[in-house]
């Protein structure tokens, strides 16, 4: 009979053993990506129905502050991130954290780096109980690293720590993944969320607590054939299918052509250098030097400098909020503009020479002074009537391009006035009247993107309960950062992308 001490280690061999086949079992995905016959892991998105309500949310936020105050660009006082401008997002997924894996649904985000998810040890948010929680104690392969972090909102916030453990997206397993376990959800705009968490697909730069974003482990662990990631959106209201995220390449079913590429310009969001901006076939002169733009698949808007998403709103009859003060700078001070231009004075200066704006370097800045002329029209603030005359010269420079005589251009500024977005409200547009409105078009890398009407206009119900919404949204966003465009699904589903992270660059061809 064998010595009673052998049995206990022969049965703790088998233990041991049979842990190590279910460990393997678990983490076996990590091993099927280099098996497929293209070497390509597609992640199947889901779509769900546009819904009105999260889009007019959508628009109460800016979710690129924090980012770009990370990056040492934007306002040090400020990091409200909010995320509202996840709200609105149709389209989504699903992974594992853990093993065995716990499953969240998620949005796929270029526009931020970190991945996060609510935890079992957030009780006392009402939010968390509408969402799959992780628990730790449930993974065998969980580190708890306990670094507490927290994201500030526009409308609340989420804290939490920070733990390492495997990650499955798709068949593959991403093992010793830094995420975000959040403790603390302060808002109800977390409750109507569709969404557990986010899982961000930018680059580290702008990771919260530094954390390594899971595409970087990708690629370190050799679980990805090429460094790149590309989407393909379905817009086909009609299919089930919402899209296909693809790491490792791209798939050639889903798209036209050949892509076309840019160079990224700056490391942080999937950032590249934009032109002129066209609605129909006539210049806006806005971005003709050149804009900043982002490409980004965690909102469904396009987002532009409030100068230009008048001038759509304008174009395509969008009901905009009255703007007094804009009205009341074209009345009292369009003729002054208007000889200024003329005179040859550099629109960059004009407003300063107005006196409506103190001149600081290249940039024309608000004064911060209570003046004569904000006394005379009613507490009218210097800081609106220098961002409103910005707008005027740049709205009457392009009409001055275009040869218009004085009274006409300053007739269409006036009416521009009222088509001002409102940073809290949709643009309502008459359904009826797609046919009769123009396309826009980006410049990018000298090539022509145009959307049409009917992609650019979102659409919810049917029938007599059909409402369609203007797509774009404004931001503004001061230099150096800015101006800055972000093209979120709208444009993506029109134009397939490719992440190119190994050289850099991104690429659009259209959408099969």
Same mark, same amino acid.
């Given at each position: 009979?064998?010595?009673?001490?052998?049995?206990?280690?022969?049965?703790?061999?088998?233990?041991?053993?049979?842990?190590?086949?279910?460990?393997?079992?678990?983490?076996?995905?990590?091993?099927?990506? $280099?098996?497929?016959?293209?070497?390509?892991?597609?992640?199947?998105?889901?779509?769900?129905?546009?819904?009105?309500?999260?889009?007019?949310?959508?628009?109460?936020?800016?979710?690129?502050?924090?980012?770009?105050?990370?990056?040492?660009?934007?306002?040090?006082? $400020?990091?409200?991130?909010?995320?509202?401008?996840?709200?609105?997002?149709?389209?989504?997924?699903?992974?594992?954290? @853990?093993?065995?894996?716990?499953?969240?649904?998620?949005?796929?985000?270029? @526009?931020?780096?970190?991945?996060?998810?609510?935890?079992?040890?957030?009780?006392?948010?009402?939010?968390?109980?509408?969402?799959?929680?992780?628990?730790?104690?449930?993974?065998?392969?969980?580190?708890?690293?306990?670094?507490?972090?927290?994201?500030?909102?526009?409308?609340?916030?989420?804290?939490?720590?920070?733990?390492?453990?495997?990650?499955?997206?798709?068949?593959?397993?991403?093992?010793?993944?830094?995420?975000?376990?959040?403790?603390?959800?302060?808002?109800?705009?977390?409750?109507?969320?569709?969404?557990?968490?986010?899982?961000?697909?930018?680059?580290?730069?702008?990771?919260?607590?530094?954390?390594?974003?899971?595409?970087?482990?990708?690629?370190?662990?050799?679980?990805?054939?090429?460094?790149?990631?590309?989407?393909?959106?379905?817009?086909?209201?009609?299919?089930?299918?919402?899209?296909?995220?693809?790491?490792?390449?791209?798939?050639?079913?889903?798209?036209?052509?050949?892509?076309?590429?840019?160079?990224?310009?700056?490391?942080?969001?999937?950032?590249?250098?934009?032109?002129?901006?066209?609605?129909?076939?006539?210049?806006?002169?806005?971005?003709?030097?050149?804009?900043?733009?982002?490409?980004?698949?965690?909102?469904?808007?396009?987002?532009?400098?409030?100068?230009?998403?008048?001038?759509?709103?304008?174009?395509?009859?969008?009901?905009?909020?009255?703007?007094?003060?804009?009205?009341?700078?074209?009345?009292?001070?369009?003729?002054?503009?208007?000889?200024?231009?003329?005179?040859?004075?550099?629109?960059?200066?004009?407003?300063?020479?107005?006196?409506?704006?103190?001149?600081?370097?290249?940039?024309?800045?608000?004064?911060?002074?209570?003046?004569?002329?904000?006394?005379?029209?009613?507490?009218?603030?210097?800081?609106?009537?220098?961002?409103?005359?910005?707008?005027?010269?740049?709205?009457?420079?392009?009409?001055?391009?275009?040869?218009?005589?004085?009274?006409?251009?300053?007739?269409?500024?006036?009416?521009?006035?009222?088509?001002?977005?409102?940073?809290?409200?949709?643009?309502?547009?008459?359904?009826?009247?797609? $046919?009769?409105?123009?396309?826009?078009?980006?410049?990018?890398?000298?090539?022509?993107?145009?959307?049409?009407?009917?992609?650019?206009?979102?659409?919810?119900?049917?029938?007599?309960?059909?409402?369609?919404?203007? @797509?774009?949204?404004?931001?503004?966003?001061?230099?150096?950062?800015?101006?800055?465009?972000?093209?979120?699904?709208?444009?993506?589903?029109?134009?397939?992308?490719?992440?190119?992270?190994?050289?850099?660059?991104?690429?659009?061809?259209?959408?099969?």
């Amino acid at each position: 009979m064998p010595h009673p001490s052998l049995l206990i280690s022969l049965h703790l061999t088998f233990l041991e053993m049979g842990y190590r086949l279910v460990l393997l079992a678990l983490c076996l995905c990590a091993f099927v990506p $280099s098996m497929l016959a293209d070497g390509l892991l597609r992640i199947n998105v889901k779509k769900r129905a546009l819904d009105i309500n999260n889009i007019k949310a959508a628009r109460k936020g800016n979710k690129y502050a924090k980012g770009l105050e990370l990056l040492g660009l934007g306002d040090s006082d $400020s990091d409200a991130v909010p995320l509202t401008n996840y709200l609105d997002a149709q389209y989504y997924g699903e992974i594992g954290i @853990g093993s065995p894996p716990q499953t969240f649904t998620v949005i796929f985000d270029t @526009g931020s780096s970190n991945l996060w998810v609510p935890s079992s040890k957030c009780i006392f948010s009402i939010a968390c109980y509408f969402h799959n929680r992780f628990k730790g104690t449930k993974s065998t392969t969980y580190t708890k690293i306990g670094d507490e972090l927290e994201i500030n909102y526009g409308s609340g916030s989420i804290s939490g720590f920070s733990s390492k453990d495997t990650v499955q997206v798709g068949d593959l397993c991403v093992v010793d993944q830094d995420f975000i376990e959040v403790t603390k959800e302060g808002s109800l705009s977390f409750v109507i969320g569709k969404f557990d968490g986010i899982f961000g697909l930018g680059f580290k730069e702008i990771s919260v607590g530094g954390l390594q974003p899971v595409w970087y482990n990708m690629i370190e662990q050799g679980l990805v054939e090429e460094q790149v990631f590309s989407f393909w959106l379905n817009r086909n209201e009609a299919d089930e299918e919402g899209g296909e995220l693809v790491f490792g390449g791209v798939d050639p079913n889903h798209f036209i052509g050949e892509h076309s590429y840019v160079p990224v310009t700056k490391k942080g969001y999937w950032q590249f250098d934009m032109g002129d901006f066209l609605i129909g076939n006539q210049s806006t002169g806005f971005c003709e030097g050149g804009c900043a733009a982002i490409v980004d698949s965690g909102t469904s808007l396009l987002a532009g400098p409030t100068t230009i998403v008048t001038e759509i709103n304008y174009a395509i009859g969008a009901e905009g909020v009255l703007s007094n003060e804009c009205k009341t700078l074209v009345n009292e001070y369009g003729d002054m503009i208007w000889d200024l231009l003329v005179s040859g004075v550099t629109p960059g200066k004009v407003c300063s020479q107005a006196g409506l704006c103190f001149a600081s370097g290249a940039q024309s800045v608000s004064s911060n002074i209570e003046t004569v002329v904000e006394k005379e029209n009613g507490g009218l603030g210097d800081t609106v009537l220098c961002e409103v005359c910005q707008m005027a010269v740049i709205w009457m420079q392009n009409q001055l391009q275009q040869s218009e005589t004085k009274e006409v251009v300053l007739n269409y500024v006036n009416k521009l006035c009222e088509s001002i977005p409102s940073p809290a409200g949709e643009s309502v547009i008459d359904c009826n009247s797609l $046919s009769k409105m123009p396309n826009v078009s980006f410049t990018i890398g000298e090539k022509l993107y145009t959307l049409t009407p009917e992609q650019y206009i979102l659409k919810t119900g049917e029938g007599i309960a059909a409402v369609c919404i203007s @797509g774009f949204m404004a931001l503004d966003v001061p230099p150096p950062a800015g101006p800055l465009w972000i093209l979120g699904d709208v444009f993506m589903g029109v134009y397939h992308t490719v992440f190119d992270y190994g050289n850099l660059q991104l690429g659009f061809a259209k959408s099969a």
